[in-house]
């Protein structure tokens, strides 16, 4: 018996959530999309009506406005977002609980030994887009597979572009299907890989499905196997929700208000981020070992910036032991030109319970303080208790207290 692997991609998601908010807008080329005024001006998801003028996510709202005069542009509220992404969750665990969210808008399911109760594969995927359309007013597209990759790309490839919103790849049918695809359509082939795979010959799945696995993995090591391995829709991945992946770094960026030219006010900025990551990482009881520095320029036409990382004397999630190196590398790599963003991660993370404490530097102590701070923010909020800098010009904590990814809550 083969597997049956669905994976449910909501349509538009954020735009299908205003609309389902708003039925007035339902029909009309509406985007979703920040301040323009704060820089936020960018196109965070489209309905199909907007889509139709060629508007994309990532557009600037000047573009937009361009494509499309008669635009509706509504704020995004990322609070409602989640809120109905947790009930589409809820839906698809009334069908089967091996669920695994990929994205705040996709959720692989499996639905393997399910046919007794709901049916072919196909009839499963239409029991549960409109159980999705009807208790939420979202519309979601959903491809079929033997495994997630041949579900992802069925999804992406031929779901979202057909009327029904399904289709169902499998291992006698993949190669008959993507095979023709330009290259770029493969999972896992971004801008770069294109233009290496584009250098040797290679412009369709089906050019790379008929290399040699060993000279892809010769030239790209464990990349160029998977690579091959997907061309032929070859994914030894379960569906398994139980089995959470690892928490490898945790990172806070923010895109600026304004270019940032003065050293004070990067740094102010700096430390609101590093307390940030810091927060988080005590948040699930971790530790960083290593610390990254990211900064973009403001310049687009000549982009300028550094993404840089230093290993911590020891592993923290003190702020103050975690900033100096932030700094240090800031006035390493900083070219003194104005940033338009920035971005603290830590790395490397270990449980908090490994840490070795310190005759000499009051580690106890420290990590005692920190966690009363959180105490005190998670009870009466995150500007309850903040540091003086912080109302200093160029602080940012204020603006972003109560937002969520960056948006309005």
Request: charged letters at 25%.
């Amino acid at each position: 018996m083969s597997n049956i692997i669905l994976l449910a991609d909501m349509e538009s998601f954020y735009a299908s959530v205003e609309v389902a908010r708003n039925p007035s807008l339902r029909g009309k080329p509406v985007v979703v999309c920040g301040d323009p005024k704060r820089r936020h001006g960018i196109a965070l998801a489209a309905s199909k009506e907007a889509k139709s003028y060629g508007i994309k996510t990532g557009m600037p709202a000047w573009q937009c406005k361009k494509l499309c005069p008669r635009v509706i542009f509504t704020k995004p509220h990322m609070k409602t977002y989640i809120d109905v992404s947790l009930k589409i969750t809820g839906i698809f665990e009334q069908f089967t609980d091996r669920v695994s969210p990929y994205s705040i808008d996709e959720q692989f399911l499996d639905m393997t030994g399910c046919e007794r109760l709901f049916g072919t594969p196909r009839e499963m995927a239409l029991r549960i887009s409109k159980k999705v359309l009807n208790e939420t007013g979202v519309r979601c597209r959903i491809g079929i597979g033997e495994n997630p990759l041949q579900a992802k790309m069925a999804c992406d490839n031929f779901a979202k572009k057909n009327s029904e919103g399904i289709f169902e790849l499998n291992y006698k049918n993949y190669a008959r299907y993507t095979w023709p695809l330009p290259i770029k359509d493969l999972f896992g082939v971004g801008s770069r890989m294109e233009k290496n795979l584009h250098r040797i010959g290679v412009f369709t799945i089906g050019n790379l499905a008929r290399l040699p696995k060993e000279s892809l993995k010769k030239r790209w090591g464990a990349v160029g196997e998977l690579l091959w391995l997907n061309s032929h829709g070859i994914d030894y991945s379960t569906v398994n929700p139980s089995s959470t992946e690892t928490c490898k770094g945790i990172g806070h960026s923010i895109t600026l208000p304004r270019d940032y030219s003065s050293e004070r006010e990067i740094r102010v900025v700096l430390l609101e981020l590093t307390e940030e990551v810091c927060r988080r990482a005590r948040t699930i009881g971790k530790v960083g070992k290593v610390v990254n520095l990211y900064c973009r320029g403001a310049n687009f036409d000549n982009p300028t910036g550094f993404s840089r990382q230093k290993k911590l004397a020891k592993p923290t999630a003190i702020t103050m032991d975690v900033y100096p190196v932030v700094l240090q590398l800031f006035n390493t790599y900083w070219d003194r030109m104005p940033i338009r963003a920035a971005g603290i991660s830590l790395s490397g993370l270990a449980s908090d319970k490994q840490i070795q404490l310190s005759l000499f530097d009051n580690e106890e102590q420290k990590i005692a303080l920190s966690h009363a701070m959180d105490e005190i923010r998670n009870r009466f909020g995150i500007t309850s208790l903040f540091r003086a800098s912080s109302l200093t010009s160029g602080a940012q904590l204020f603006e972003r207290a109560n937002k969520i990814g960056g948006h309005e809550a």
